[in-house]
C-alpha cells in the first residue's frame, strides 16, 4: 500500500500553485491520475519516484518511509523499488533493446529476464535492435519492459501513450493491462486520455490545478447519474447519421462499433467526439455524455 | 634527418599525449561536477577552469616558476619529498600544459555532459543503476563527439603552445624543447630553413587533425540522424 501525502509549490506559467495531494493506493491497483497538462499530475509522480522533492508530507510505501520531512528521510530513486516509464521513453540510445532492458538486472540472472521479458512484450525480433531504429510503439514496448526488469513494487507510467496514434494506443491499452495482470504492480499511469482511465484502471484521482478535485472509480467519477443498469460501456462517438425522425449514432466502444438510436431530443447533448456511456435497462440502450 | 629535429618533435608529440592523458583522467570528473551540480562555488571553478583562455601565458608561466621553484616552500616540499623538481623539467611541463589546456578539455566536455537529456540519468536511477555504471555506460558513449573535441584540443593546443613552457621549462634540448620554441630558438639563430621544417610539420600536422575530427564528428551527426 502507497500512502502518499505531499504538498510542493510550483512555479508555473500563470504563477504559483500549491500541489496538494492526499490520498492512499492499494497493493497491485491500477490507479490513474487525471487531469489537463499543468495540474500537477507529472509532478506527482516524480516525487513518487523521488525525482523531485516535496516541500513537505511523506511518502510511505509497505509501511516503509520513503520520504519524510519531519523526520529528514528522502530516500534517493536509486533506492526505491519503482520501474518508471517516461513520457519520451527515455531509452538509452547506445544500447540495445535487450541491453536496454538488461542493463539493471544482476548478471547471473539476466539472460533469462531478459529474454522472458522480450517475449512477453513481443519483442524477440528486435534484441538487438538501437532504439533509434524501433518506431513509437516499438520504444514504448522496451521501456515497459526495462520498467518491470526488477519487479518494482510500484510501476509509474508518465502519459505512456500520448505520443502514439489511436490504433497502437489501443493495442498498447491492452498490452498494458496484460502485462498488469501478469506481474501485479502497483501502478500509477499519468493520463489526460478518457478513455486509457476506464480502459485500464480500477481507480482515477482527477487533479485540477494542483488539487485532487474528485476520486473514486473511474464510473463513479465520470458519469453523473448513479443509475442500476444491466450493462454499460463508456466510448465516442465517431460517426452521427440522420435517418427519419431518428439519429444512427455510431459509437468506438474498445475497437469495435456499435449502433445506437438516439432520438431528436438526445442528439441535443451529442456529437462528434463526445464520450458517451452506454447502459441498457432491461431493453432499450440509454446513451448520455459523460463529464470531462 | 637531423637528430635535433625529431628529438624535438617526439618530444613535442610526448608532451601533448600526456597532457591529453592526464586531462581526460581530470577533466571527466571535474567537467561531470561542472555539468550536473548547483553548489554555489560552481561560478568560482568555471572562473578558475577558462582563466588560461584569457590569461597571457606567460602570467601562468611566471606563477609555476615562483611556486616551483626549489627555494618557495612548494617547490622545496615537492623536492625533498617526492624527489620531483617542476622547473626546467619534463614533469614541470607537463604539469604546466595540464593547467593551460584545462579549458580545451572540459568545455567540450562539459557541454558534452549537457547535451545529454536528462531523463536518461533520472531512467538509470529510477533502476537503481549507480552513479559511476551510469557515467561509464550511458553518459560517456552518448557524448563521444565531446570527448574527442576535448582530446583532439588539448593535445593541439599543447603542441602549439609557448609561454608557459617557455617560462617554466626554458629551452633544453631533449627535455623541454618543444616544437615552437625551436621555431623561436632557429630564427634568433636565423637559420630559418630549420624553422620553416617546424613550422610546416606543425602546420601540417595541426591541420590533419582538426579535418579528422570535423569528418568524424559528421559521421557521428549523420548517425544520429538515421
Known amino acids: 500500500m502507497i500512502e502518499v501525502n505531499v504538498s510542493k509549490r510550483l512555479h508555473t506559467a500563470e504563477g504559483p500553485m500549491d500541489l496538494v495531494f492526499s490520498g492512499t493506493i492499494e497493493e497491485g491497483e491500477f490507479t490513474t491520475l487525471f487531469g489537463p497538462s499543468g495540474a500537477g499530475k507529472t509532478t506527482l509522480l516524480r516525487m ?18 520513503w520520504f519524510d520531512s519531519a523526520r529528514r ?40 529476464i531478459v529474454s522472458e521479458l522480450l517475449e512477453v512484450a513481443g519483442l524477440q525480433e528486435l534484441a538487438g535492435r538501437k532504439p533509434d531504429k524501433l518506431s513509437g510503439g516499438q520504444r514504448q514496448r522496451v521501456a515497459l519492459a526495462r520498467a518491470l526488469a526488477l519487479k518494482p513494487t510500484i510501476l509509474l507510467l508518465d502519459e505512456p501513450l500520448s505520443a502514439l496514434d489511436l490504433q497502437m494506443r ?20 499519468v493520463s489526460h486520455d478518457l478513455s486509457e482511465v476506464f480502459r485500464l484502471s480500477r481507480r482515477v484521482f482527477v487533479l485540477d490545478k494542483g488539487k485532487v478535485t474528485r476520486s473514486g472509480s473511474p ?63 432491461a431493453f432499450n440502450p440509454l446513451i448520455m455524455p459523460l463529464d470531462e | 634527418m637531423n637528430p635535433d629535429f625529431t628529438q624535438t618533435m617526439i618530444l613535442t608529440f610526448q608532451v601533448a599525449g600526456i597532457t591529453t592523458i592526464i586531462l581526460l583522467v581530470l577533466g571527466i570528473p571535474l567537467s561531470y561536477w561542472l555539468a550536473y551540480t548547483s553548489n554555489r562555488s ?44 617542476l622547473v626546467f623539467s619534463f614533469e614541470g611541463i607537463i604539469v604546466g600544459s595540464v593547467l593551460f589546456s584545462l579549458p580545451f578539455m572540459i568545455h567540450p566536455l562539459q557541454s558534452g555532459f549537457g547535451a545529454i537529456p536528462a531523463n ?35 593535445f593541439a593546443h599543447t603542441v602549439g603552445e609557448f609561454g608557459v613552457v617557455l617560462m617554466v621549462g626554458g629551452n633544453i634540448p631533449g627535455q623541454t624543447r618543444m616544437a615552437s620554441i625551436a621555431i623561436y630558438d632557429r630564427v634568433e639563430a636565423l637559420d630559418y630553413a630549420t624553422a620553416h621544417r617546424y613550422a610546416l610539420v606543425l602546420f601540417a600536422i595541426t591541420f590533419a587533425i582538426l579535418l579528422l575530427v570535423y569528418i568524424v564528428n559528421r559521421r557521428f551527426a549523420r548517425m544520429e540522424l538515421t
Open chain 1, 48 to 65: 513518487v519516484a523521488g525525482l523531485t522533492t516535496p516541500d513537505s508530507g511523506t511518502i510511505v510505501v509497505d509501511g516503509q518511509p
Open chain 1, 73 to 112: 528521510i528522502n530516500l534517493s530513486p536509486r533506492r526505491r523499488s519503482i520501474g518508471m516509464v517516461f513520457q519520451d521513453y527515455a531509452l538509452f540510445p547506445n544500447l540495445t533493446v535487450a541491453e536496454n532492458i538488461g542493463l539493471a538486472l544482476p548478471k547471473q540472472q539476466r539472460s533469462a
Open chain 1, 170 to 189: 489501443l493495442k498498447l491499452q491492452d498490452e498494458l493491462q496484460r502485462l498488469h495482470q501478469r506481474y501485479q504492480p502497483t501502478t500509477l499511469l
Open chain 1, 219 to 281: 464510473t463513479e467519477v465520470f458519469s453523473q447519474s448513479k443509475i442500476s443498469n444491466k450493462f454499460r460501456f463508456n466510448g465516442e462517438v465517431v460517426h452521427i447519421k440522420p435517418s427519419g425522425v431518428v439519429y444512427i449514432v455510431h459509437v468506438l466502444v474498445g475497437q469495435d462499433i456499435v449502433q445506437v438510436i438516439a432520438s431528436e431530443r438526445e442528439m441535443t447533448t451529442l456529437k462528434v467526439g463526445k464520450r458517451v456511456l452506454i447502459a441498457s435497462k
Open chain 2, 42 to 85: 560552481k561560478a568560482i571553478v568555471e572562473t578558475l577552469v577558462s582563466m588560461p583562455l584569457v590569461l597571457p601565458p606567460t602570467v601562468l608561466g611566471f606563477y609555476l616558476l615562483v611556486f616551483f621553484s626549489p627555494v618557495n616552500p612548494v617547490g622545496g616540499f615537492l623536492e625533498s619529498w617526492l624527489n620531483l623538481r
Open chain 2, 120 to 154: 536518461l540519468r533520472e531512467a538509470a536511477a529510477t533502476l537503481g543503476i549507480s552513479r559511476v555504471k551510469t557515467l561509464f555506460t550511458i553518459l560517456l558513449p552518448n557524448m563521444k563527439p565531446g570527448i574527442l573535441a576535448g582530446c583532439v584540443l588539448s
